[in-house]
């Protein structure tokens, strides 16, 4: 009979290796680190992840969509453009402090720097995609006096900076 995944115990793995990953770092983690701190057997650890890079991309994963998804519902696109602004700011710092951890293991995983482009490059896609969709009058690249392809390069950097 087929071993059936519980979402919960993907939970408590992704949870230990966030913790650990950001205190530790990625390399100085092993499995064995991550069952003792999850509590689970190794076999459950490899009944959802084949390695220690599958829980790290599992993560980014993750992050993206907890990232986006706060970014996105959190600012309110029927204020007026000067808010708009203020809001996007604010917001990307409470995200960036609400998922310290995250971010903590996003800066110090240099050799994941192509994976962490890709992860920056896709908040800056999902928050240039929100706010060029308003009206072009109100649009926050407008606001900021910006073209679309600098606006999007202003969201990757800030992104990025924000993180690292």
């Known amino acids: ?16 290796a966030t913790k650990l990953f950001s205190s530790k770092g990625f390399h100085a983690t092993s499995i064995q680190d991550i069952v003792a701190e999850s509590g689970l057997s190794v076999g459950t650890i490899y ?36 808010e708009i602004a203020e809001q996007f700011v604010a917001t990307i710092m409470d995200v960036i402090f ?38 072009d009058e109100e649009s926050l690249y407008k606001v900021l006096q910006l073209d679309k392809k600098e606006f999007y390069a202003v969201v990757t950097i800030l992104i990025s900076g924000l993180c690292n």
């Open 1 to 16: 009979m087929a071993r059936q995944r519980d979402e919960h115990k993907k939970a408590i793995i992704l949870e230990s």
């Open 98 to 135: 609400k998922n310290i951890k995250v971010v903590t293991i996003l800066t110090n995983e240099l050799s994941f720097q192509k994976k962490l482009q890709g992860f920056y490059s896709r908040i800056a896609e999902i928050i240039s995609e929100k706010f060029m969709g308003m009206s």
């Open 47 to 82: 009944l959802y992840f084949s390695n220690k890079e599958e829980i790290f991309d599992a993560l980014l994963e993750g992050g993206l969509e907890t990232f986006s998804a706060e970014l996105i519902n959190d600012i309110r696109v029927d204020a007026p453009p000067e």
